[in-house]
């Protein structure tokens, strides 16, 4: 099994309704993050979270939403999608000490109608 | 805050010839520089990354080096392959920091 496991991987919707990207993770790290990936624009953070009571915005934060069920979930919402949300989502974790390490899922295709 | 810019955004090469990936950074005190992989339908996978106590890292075809005074480190791919092929991402941050700040990638072809 994946050490980070994204679900869906595919998901097409409609203007206005509400999503739910999952994230978990086996490989006991603190920190998880969501990035956006979109062609010519990179990697840009979303929501990070250091431990479960710790949520902060990242960079692009605006119209999504996330929630740390446990150490090893993170999920990443978007209350009311719009076509501009059409991207690749990522979501990776971290150890809280050492190197600053990476580990991505393998991304959630975001299609909004 | 950090912003990364990297060059060139796509670049195709023959199989056995070197690619040369570059970045720059803003922030002096970023101090781990990062490069991931990305093939196509998979998550980014780090490759090789390096501190700034050090000027060059070296794993097998694959190198980085670091100029901080420039603020600019570099991917050196030699004797290129074609599985090669990817997406590649440099990265940028400092201890406690711990965000990491991505360039906008760099899609590389190699051809056999």
């Known amino acids: 099994d994946a050490d980070v496991t994204q679900t869906p991987r595919n998901r097409i919707t409609k203007t206005g309704k509400r999503i739910m990207l999952e994230c978990s993770q086996t490989?006991?790290?603190?920190?998880m993050y969501w990035y956006r990936q979109d062609p010519g624009l990179g990697l840009r953070l979303i929501y990070y979270s250091f431990d479960v009571k710790d949520i902060n915005k990242g960079e692009i934060s605006d119209g999504y939403s996330v929630s740390r069920q446990a150490q090893a979930k993170f999920s990443l919402s978007l209350e009311s999608a719009i076509p501009n949300q059409t991207a690749l989502y990522f979501c990776?974790?971290?150890?809280?000490?050492?190197?600053?390490?990476?580990?991505f899922g393998a991304g959630s295709r975001l299609t909004v109608l | 805050g950090e912003n990364v810019e990297q060059h060139p955004s796509t670049l195709s090469v023959q199989e056995g010839d070197s690619a040369v990936i570059k970045c720059t950074y803003s922030?002096?005190?970023?101090?781990?520089f990062p490069w991931y992989k990305q093939e196509l339908g998979k998550g980014p996978q780090l490759i090789i990354d390096i501190r700034s106590n050090v000027g060059e890292k070296k794993d097998q075809r694959i190198a980085v080096t670091l100029n901080k005074t420039a603020k600019h480190f570099s991917l050196h791919i030699t004797e290129t392959q074609p599985e090669d092929s990817a997406v590649y991402f440099c990265?940028?941050?400092?201890?406690?920091?711990?965000?990491?700040?991505f360039g906008t990638g760099t899609r590389l072809l190699v051809s056999p």
């Open positions: 490989k006991g790290h603190d920190r």
């Open positions: 990776a974790s971290g150890a809280a000490s050492g190197a600053n390490v990476l580990t």
């Open positions: 922030d002096s005190a970023s101090n781990y």
């Open positions: 990265a940028a941050t400092y201890t406690g920091f711990q965000k990491l700040v």
